[in-house]
């Protein structure tokens, strides 16, 4: 008797299939059982394996990080910084830069790329806004003759494209902006693609639908009731090949795979000899097979991501890889500059070629999430932290052990003396016409801008003519009025800077009486200010002295300069007045006086004041603390 045992073998292909089809004018990518899909079919995985989304999840927020800030901000052009915070405040009408680098993050670590709407200016001499664009709604255009993609096909759901029929959209591209939309679409290189980029962990897609069917198994044994794996044998004698062919085909329709796990088989016969021989074949030890098999399956998924240490992801592991805190902060660093770091450095670099465009090009970086930039042992902390500045990373208020407060009656006299002092300053003139605000950019405090516009202006001002009714100006005989300050007026307001964000919402009682005193200020009385002691300070029973803001601890230091004292959000800004009077007089515009004055006032530059008197000290080197001043 002949007995023929037949295997049913199913077989998944995840790699990607990139194809050029006739009569379509993109490329498809997807793979055999997911035509043009292949992005879908990513998504379908991170949906339905709890370890592959575990770990795009952490990936993609440890990319994104916990901000986007611009490096050595004390050194950049003012103008530069004030337009990139504007595009990092609101990258579109709805979402600032960082909302969009995180969608573009997970994209870039679930489809190995990511795409952005670039939309340019009505002039198209800027971009105006940029957009998250899903990767899985685009297509390649089919490339040039110079292997050039010149556009993409956007699709709301390319399984459907009869009822979402895509659209052609131009690759972004600086030498053309007839188009107001354009798309940007990049990645890390992929080996053997030229239109699209694959995810780096594309080799183990296999073990994530491993990871899918063993959880879809489980599900539909629970929902059926739990039962092994037979073996049939049918004792009616061997069918023929195409009969055999019929049988196997229904079977493995009906009873194959992890929909029909726990269903069972209903013969119908009127004869006992001839019914089917049914065996089971279940393992004693399924169980164990099962649990094998899940930590194969975790542990390829991890190595397919490259990672070392499964609780980096959120993953717990059984086997103490990677638990203890030096192997956690080796992983985390490794993590850091071989996944994390590559993937930063595209979207920055991508970000750059729109900085470029709008005139606003300086290097940013990622301020990365607190556990991937540990790499510090608890000594090397305690060697350079103090105590209130360890506490302080922990997210816990400082212990101020050397700190005395102060009685109510001494605070309060030392405000009054500030306040005193502002009453004797002038308010924002009403005869005064303002021609000119700007930002201090690096005055120097001996360098005396009133004086020098109104020594300028007496030379430019052409003098009425005998006979003419000037009955408010001075007469040629009378000459002009040797001050000058009858002309113009240079004063200074102590104004915050809005684009620097005050996490803690607290402001200074320094600052907000200097900016609720409403007040215009002259150079001089900046410069006495500095002399006295107007700002808070604390008494220090270790060193058996009052601490202030000042270089060491002193009471009194540039308040010209350093405005509030570290960390402060402040700055002087310029403005220029012009009287009513002789206005007729003038043969020049107050802009060419303004800036010849300017020109002059470059004699100075030699002694100008670093630009710190543009920059609140929060944008200083250390962040406008004076040497020896750890007191705030």
Not at 246 to 254: G, Y
Not at 365 to 372: D, G, S, V
Request: glycine share 6%; charged share 25%; proline share 3%.
């Amino acid at each position: 008797m002949e007995n023929i045992l037949s295997s049913i073998n199913l077989s998944t292909t995840t790699a990607p299939i990139v194809t050029e089809v006739r009569g379509k004018e993109w490329i498809d990518y997807g793979t055999e059982d997911w035509a043009n899909l292949f992005p879908q079919f990513l998504i379908d995985l991170y949906y339905n394996s709890s370890t592959q989304a575990a770990i795009i999840n952490a990936t993609s927020e440890m990319i994104a990080g916990e901000s986007i800030v611009i490096e050595d901000e004390e050194e950049r052009e003012l103008e530069s910084i004030v337009r990139l915070k504007k595009f990092i405040n609101s990258a579109n009408g709805n979402e600032t830069l960082h909302e969009v680098i995180k969608k573009i993050a997970f994209d870039f670590k679930l489809q190995g790329a990511f795409a952005l709407n670039i939309v340019w200016s009505q002039d198209r001499t800027q971009i105006a806004e940029i957009h998250h664009i899903a990767v899985e709604k685009i297509r390649a255009e089919k490339p040039n003759a110079l292997g050039k993609v010149e556009a993409y096909f956007v699709s709301a759901d390319w399984a459907d494209i009869r009822e979402n029929e895509p659209s052609r959209v131009p690759t972004f591209n600086t030498n053309d902006r007839t188009s107001p939309n354009q798309i940007l679409y990049t990645g890390l290189y992929s080996p053997n693609m030229n239109a699209y980029h694959t995810p780096d962990y594309v080799a183990g897609n296999n073990w994530a639908l491993v990871d899918q069917r063993v959880a879809e198994f489980h599900l539909n044994n629970i929902s059926h009731g739990f039962s092994g794996s037979f073996m049939l044998n049918f004792a009616n004698g061997v069918p023929t090949q195409e009969e055999r062919f019929q049988i196997e085909q229904s079977l493995a329709d009906k009873f194959t795979g992890a929909d029909n796990a726990g269903k069972f088989i209903l013969t119908f016969s009127d004869d006992k000899t001839r019914t089917p021989d049914i065996t089971a074949i279940t393992p004693s030890d399924l169980d164990k097979q099962y649990l094998a098999l899940q930590e194969l399956l975790v542990q390829n998924i991890l190595t397919a991501h490259r990672v070392t240490s499964p609780i980096l992801m959120g993953i717990k592991s059984d086997t103490g890889l990677g638990n203890n805190a030096d192997e956690l902060n080796s992983a985390a660093n490794f993590y850091l500059n071989t996944v994390i770091l590559p993937f930063q450095h595209q979207i920055l670099k991508t970000l750059r070629k729109i900085f470029t465009v709008n005139n606003m090009d300086m290097p940013v970086r990622f301020e990365q999430l607190k556990p991937i930039t540990v790499r510090f042992t608890n000594q090397d902390l305690a060697a350079v932290m103090t105590q209130d500045e360890i506490r302080e990373e922990l997210g816990l208020a400082p212990l101020n052990e050397e700190v005395v407060v102060k009685e109510d009656l001494t605070k309060m006299s030392e405000y009054t003396a500030l306040e005193s002092f502002l009453d004797t300053l002038e308010d924002i003139p009403e005869d005064w016409e303002l021609v000119e605000e700007e930002i201090v950019d690096g005055e120097h405090q001996d360098f005396d801008f009133e004086t020098e516009l109104n020594n300028i202006a007496n030379d430019k001002i052409e003098l009425a003519s005998t006979g003419s009714a000037y009955p408010n100006a001075r007469s040629e005989q009378d000459g002009v009025n040797k001050s000058y300050s009858e002309f113009f007026k240079v004063r200074y307001v102590y104004t915050q800077d809005d684009f620097l964000v005050n996490k803690t919402g607290e402001v200074r009682d320094f600052c907000r009486t200097m900016e609720n005193a409403n007040k215009i200020y002259r150079k001089e009385d900046i410069l006495r200010m500095s002399d006295m002691t107007v700002n808070d300070y604390y008494y220090s029973e270790k060193q058996g002295r009052n601490i202030g803001w000042g270089a060491n601890g002193d009471l009194q230091y540039s308040i010209w300069l350093y405005k509030g004292g570290g960390n402060c959000h402040h700055f002087w800004l310029r403005k220029i007045y012009k009287t009513s009077l002789r206005n007729a007089k003038s043969k020049i515009s107050d802009s060419q006086l303004i800036g010849y004055t300017k020109a002059r006032s470059e004699g100075f530059t030699a002694e100008k004041n670093d630009n710190l008197v543009a920059r609140p000290p929060k944008r200083m080197a250390n962040n406008g603390f004076l040497p020896g001043n750890t007191k705030h």
